[in-house]
């Protein structure tokens, strides 16, 4: 079994803006390709173009209907990845030590060549952020893009998750949970940031921002000033064409 | 070795970024494709690009996975096999274009007609319909009839301008966003940018949109509507807003044609025209002194109401009195279009309210002196900040023109057209009716038609008619009775029309991008049916078919000639100012994809190989004095090519030494500018010009300099659309040409000078109850037409698709998620899975677009999910509306535009009483793939594993 780490000085993660998200699946696909093409850990896939494509993703989108007693049902789009949690069932769940926690900035990441493929950290993790890869039969999961943000080659502005870099609506944003001035924990204190399933103990990094209240149809907010009724309209004195004419004075 | 630690990092130094302009969608952002040599390792969003300033979406994102797609087409292909097998040779280009360039020169000697030039999500329009010009052929159109025509001509014919490339909201100023209807890539990364920068703002967005997904699901309000009452709805915003005075009446005097006056002689031929001076200019009257007077002369205080007497003796009344007596009518109060839209009459009372309370308490107001048109002097610029945006979900409907004009009324009385805080015209635009071209049609034997095929007809006289009157010179009826103010033509109707050898038939069909065999037509299995179908000679009656495409798509199969065209990393493109420009409201914007890489199949771009054969066919403007090729390929037109004297395709680095934009001699090396650049240029608007460019002299002169308008150019919004007016003349028999007599009703009825609404047709055509519901699809955000299903992650996301269909239907007809269920409609039937929703109006079912694909195409296994389980709603939609007794065709289309009426489609649905067989209906066979199918697995970098 693996250890964890002493909490690290910094806390890397992310927050999600569920008010935000569109569902569009950016985060999920740019994630894919850097990591696939680009970073670090290659995802495969297999029956690519036949019956049954599968692959590894590191990040995937769920949508989940709501139907609340009082309201229209509603439709939430939730990005899911790894929340890297502070008490990570994952990693002590480890048979070889591949699966661990930094202790620099808390990032929870798998170190391939010691994976066995057994396959306990993603039956650990209640989240279901964790992948078997078809292809090379290890385990992978959100790294952070570890490769982009420490780069010394990308530019300064670019060394940030890749999800968070081409998310269209800006509903992602990564920073230092444990800095109180950072953008995420702003975020966390103004919007009431949530954990996923606090339940299990888990303690996870990232955060969610839940959706704002809708406005229902059967809330009455305001109506349009009851200026002449319709019934006035069109010839009487006052009504819409003596509102006219007092409009067009006003002009002079 | 740490999941960090792999070798194949883009932070080595031996990475190059080459920044090009996507093709995922129609959204065309900017991207850095990032390379390993010569190979694409990572794509990402530009973070100087004007469109998507970075940012990404899905479908760019996988762009890797389209560049390396094993159904991308490989060599020409001459069909062996019968159409639709999808059996071909592949032969050299020599033979190819040869064999083109024969059969349509002998099309273009006989009876140019012949040819049906038709291009589909083609960005390059300005260079093929200047093509199909020198050709001579009447027939060309891109696919605008089957998309959003109603939303452009609607825009354009009101204000100079609709939404999307023409105008977009002010996101960092409006106070309230409303959105109708909006496809995923009608404007796909600037709206969800724009949507985060409200949410961020915490600015109300208003969903209109009888399906609850992606941005309606977000969106703080939620209007399920009943699909096609959106202009009812609308309508009855207005009542509401004018009923409590809440508009912005020197807004409407200064920039509308509401004071002017209109003919009130019911018994005369000039009745409802503007009265007008015999210079023609419109007239109004004083209300102090009740003269009348020139709309045109400055100080004039015209009169909003009343009766007045012209100068012949005849009444007029100004526009406003007309306008506002039709929308205080209880006809559109909120309690009476409560049912027929699904919106409680609460509700739109109070949206009304919100939007009066956005628009005239949260004014906002500018510090920047600007000069009007009429050289007054303004000190400060006042905005209205309540801001719409709206596309396909309004506009495909038979009712799509009268709601998209409704909607920009809505804008226009609010006086939120181009205000801060409100819409904003993008360059070129605005560019109103005067400032656009007439449609040309005619046809002569090898000679070039005398001007654009496209165009905005003022009045009945400018349709393209036979001597007759009546029959249409296009083969797809483009400006004829059928469809008057048909801007984009009727790509929709082409194949049906020819097939059925009216008005003719046609020798060859020339298409480009357009999925016609499939996802891009109505009735798709007829319309197989239509290309494979012989006549009494055994000849097939469409005779020959040439098609590029860069994949092995459906329409593939049916292709006599393939043309293989390269991917959008191998290839030239200009994203132009005189096409379908991407400027933003601050910027005069064009820009340039280039091939980052070189294809590695003989595979050429379509416009050079369009300029190829034009060369054969020595067109005019392609070939010089002694029939040499003027232009080596499509890269050698961008920049050579002048339209006008100094006005070419791209806008940036023009003159000797690319120091003018806009106007300004060819620069040889104006290419490699625009690559330094990132693929575009940007060059700023100033800032007194930054809003009311419609009356704005600083951008009236700015555009002129910059070559996008020759001279100043009047742009009064058309509350009141006089040519719709002219059509009912005409139908009333009172002006020439007076259509055919079946077409006469439905033209008094439709064609009202004023934003109306009526029953899409296809309410009428058919029973409530044998077909009590609506369907509709949606385009995913991340999957564009049926391009993506050969994406290896993209097909992941999305490789079948559902029919979600509402609770209590579910209950009723005990449907559960996962069973299958038969949709009828009055011309076909499919077999679905279904999922339960209750995010939906209650009367309608969806799915998602272009999903389903045909066995054997886009090299995918034939036990792809896509074939078996996916489906096409296509399949109930048919081009014609059911059949009235009358023994005519009626298109299912908007009676103004010819759009395509697609979500007009009712539908019945139940159980399938046998539930085995795991499979959609109806499955067309299976066509053989001249590219083979894909591999197992995908490699990265396109090498196959």
């Known amino acids: 079994m693996t250890s964890l780490p002493a909490p690290s000085e910094k806390r890397l993660g992310l927050v999600i803006d569920l008010d935000t998200c569109v569902g569009c699946h950016a985060c999920a696909v740019n994630c894919k390709e850097w990591n696939t093409g680009a970073g670090a850990s290659p995802l495969g896939d297999v029956d690519a173009y036949g019956g049954n494509p599968s692959g590894a993703w590191l990040n995937r989108i769920h949508t989940f209907e709501v139907t609340p007693a009082d309201a229209p049902a509603q439709i939430v789009h939730f990005p899911k990845s790894c929340l890297h949690c502070d008490d990570a069932p994952c990693v002590t769940v480890c048979p070889t030590g591949a699966s661990h926690k930094r202790a620099e900035d808390g990032i929870v990441l798998v170190t391939e060549d010691l994976c066995i493929g057994c396959g306990l950290c993603a039956w650990a993790c209640p989240y279901g952020a964790r992948e078997m890869d078809p292809v090379e039969n290890v385990i992978k999961k959100c790294t952070l893009c570890v490769d982009r943000i420490y780069s010394e080659t990308l530019p300064e502005e670019d060394r940030i998750p890749a999800c968070v870099r081409t998310c269209p609506s800006n509903a992602r944003h990564f920073g230092d949970f444990n800095d109180p001035g950072s953008d995420v924990s702003i975020l966390v204190a103004e919007r009431g940031g949530i954990d996923l399933m606090p339940e299990m103990g888990t303690r996870p990094v990232n955060k969610y921002l839940p959706p704002r209240p809708k406005t229902g149809p059967k809330t009455r907010q305001q109506t349009a000033p009851a200026n002449p009724s319709a019934a006035d309209m069109p010839n009487a004195e006052g009504g819409f064409l003596g509102w006219l004419d007092a409009a067009l004075e006003k002009l002079g | 070795m740490n999941q960090i630690d792999r070798t194949h990092d883009t932070t080595d130094s ?319 109060a909120p309690a009476a279009v409560a049912g027929r839209t699904g919106i409680s009459a609460d509700t739109i009372a109070r949206i009304a309210g919100e939007i009066a309370e956005a628009a005239f308490k949260r004014e906002i107001v500018i510090e920047r002196p600007w000069t009007d048109m009429k050289g007054e002097r303004h000190a400060r610029m006042i905005g209205r900040p309540v801001a719409f945006h709206a596309m396909r979900g309004i506009s495909a409907h038979s009712n799509g023109f009268q709601t998209a004009r409704a909607l920009h009324l809505l804008q226009i009385l609010l006086g939120s057209i181009d205000c801060p805080g409100g819409f904003r015209f993008k360059p070129p635009y605005p560019r109103p009716v005067a400032g656009q071209p007439r449609p040309h049609g005619g046809a002569c034997a090898d000679t070039a038609l005398a001007g654009p095929h496209l165009g905005y007809p003022r009045g009945p006289e400018d349709l393209l008619l036979e001597a007759d009157g009546e029959t249409a010179q296009r083969i797809d009826k483009a400006f004829s009775w059928d469809a008057p103010l048909s801007a984009h033509g009727l790509m929709h109707m ?73 991917t959008y990393l191998e290839r030239h493109d200009c994203i132009s100012l005189l096409d379908r420009p991407i400027s933003e409201p601050e910027a005069l914007c064009d820009s340039i994809r280039w091939p980052v890489v070189e294809p590695d199949r003989d595979v050429r771009g379509f416009q050079s190989v369009l300029l190829d054969l034009g060369a054969r066919l020595k067109l005019p403007g392609m070939v010089d004095d002694d029939g040499k090729a003027v232009y080596k390929d499509y890269a050698d037109y961008i920049v050579n090519h002048q339209r006008k004297p100094g006005i070419g395709p791209l806008s940036g680095w023009r003159g000797p030494d690319g120091t003018k934009t806009g106007r300004g001699e060819p620069n040889p090396d104006q290419l490699r500018r625009y690559i330094e650049n990132g693929g575009f240029s940007q060059v700023h608007v100033p800032e007194e010009a930054h809003y009311f460019k419609h009356a704005n002299r600083a951008w009236s002169d700015w555009a002129i300099e910059h070559g996008l308008q020759d001279g100043p150019v009047e742009n009064i919004f058309q509350l009141y659309l006089e040519p719709l007016r002219k ?184 159980r399938d009483p046998d539930q085995s067989g795991e499979r959609s209906l109806p499955a067309a066979p299976p066509q053989a793939s001249p590219v083979g199918t894909g591999p197992d697995q995908v490699a990265f970098t396109g090498e196959e594993t």
């Open chain 2, 494 to 566: 082409v194949i049906s029309n020819a097939h059925a050898r009216d008005p003719y038939g046609i020798d060859v069909l020339f298409m480009y991008m357009a999925n016609m065999a499939w996802n891009s037509s109505m009735n798709t299995t007829s319309v197989m049916d239509m290309l494979t179908d012989k006549d009494d000679n055994g000849d097939y009656v469409i005779p020959r078919i040439i098609y590029s495409d860069a994949y092995s798509s459906e329409m593939v199969a049916f292709a006599d000639l393939v043309l293989p065209d390269t």
């Open chain 2, 727 to 910: 059509f009912q003349l005409a139908a009333e028999g009172k002006i020439k040409p007076v259509p055919p007599e079946h077409h006469r009703d439905r033209i008094k009825r439709c064609f009202d000078p004023l934003p109306t609404w009526y029953p899409p047709f296809m309410d009428e055509g058919v029973e409530d109850v044998v077909y009590p519901l609506h369907a509709i699809t949606q385009r995913p955000a991340a999957m564009y037409h049926s391009w993506g299903s050969q994406n290896a992650w993209l097909r992941q996301i999305h490789g079948e698709n559902a029919l979600y269909v509402p609770g209590a239907i579910c209950e009723h007809e005990n449907l559960n998620d996962g069973d299958w269920a038969l949709v009828t409609s009055p011309s076909g039937e499919v077999r679905v899975q279904v999922r339960r929703m209750d995010a939906v109006n209650g009367e309608t079912l969806w799915t998602w677009n272009a999903i389903g694909k045909r066995a054997g195409a886009w090299a995918l296994d034939k036990n792809a999910p896509e074939a078996t389980r996916g489906f096409l709603l296509n399949h109930l939609i048919d081009e014609l509306l059911p059949p009235k007794g009358d023994g005519r065709r009626w298109a299912n289309s908007d009676p103004i535009t010819g759009q395509a009426a697609w979500f007009d489609l009712r539908v019945a649905i139940r």
């Open chain 2, 14 to 332: 031996a990475t190059e970024i080459r920044q090009t302009t996507c093709y995922m969608c129609a959204c065309r952002c900017g991207i850095n494709v990032h390379m390993k040599g010569e190979t694409v390792q990572y794509i990402e969003g530009n973070r100087d690009h004007p469109i998507n300033k970075g940012v990404l979406c899905a479908k760019g994102s996988a762009g890797i996975m389209q560049h390396y797609s094993p159904a991308r087409l490989k060599k020409p292909l001459l069909r062996t096999g019968k159409r639709g097998e999808g059996k071909f040779k592949e032969i050299e280009w020599d033979e190819a274009l040869e064999l083109a360039a024969g059969w349509l020169g002998k099309v273009r000697s006989d009876d140019p007609r012949k040819l049906a030039f038709f291009t589909g999500r083609d960005q390059s329009q300005s260079m093929t319909g200047w093509w199909a010009q020198a050709y001579g052929t009447p027939n060309y159109a891109a696919h605008g009839g089957f998309c959003s025509v109603n939303m452009a001509a609607a825009g354009i014919y009101t204000m100079g301008g609709a939404f999307w490339e023409f105008g977009a909201p002010d996101w960092d100023h409006t106070e309230l966003f409303m959105i109708f209807g909006v496809a995923e890539d009608h404007d796909s990364n600037p709206i969800k940018m724009g949507l985060g920068k409200l949410k961020a703002r915490g600015v109300k967005v208003i969903g209109v949109n009888p399906v609850r997904t992606g941005y309606n699901a977000i969106a703080d309000e939620w209007l399920g509507i009943t699909p096609g009452t959106d202009g009812l709805l609308i309508l009855s915003l207005i009542h509401e807003l004018i009923r409590s005075g809440q508009i912005d009446i020197d807004y409407l005097i200064r920039y509308t044609n509401a004071p002017w006056l209109v003919i009130d002689d019911p018994d005369g031929d000039g009745h409802g025209l503007f009265a007008r001076d015999d210079d023609g200019v419109p007239l109004v009257a004083d209300r102090l002194s009740g003269e009348i007077a020139l709309s045109s002369s400055p100080g004039v205080k015209p009169a909003m109401k009343g009766s007045f007497t012209l100068p012949d003796g005849r009444s007029a009344v100004p526009v406003f009195e007309l306008l506002a007596k039709k929308y205080a009518d209880p006809q559109y």
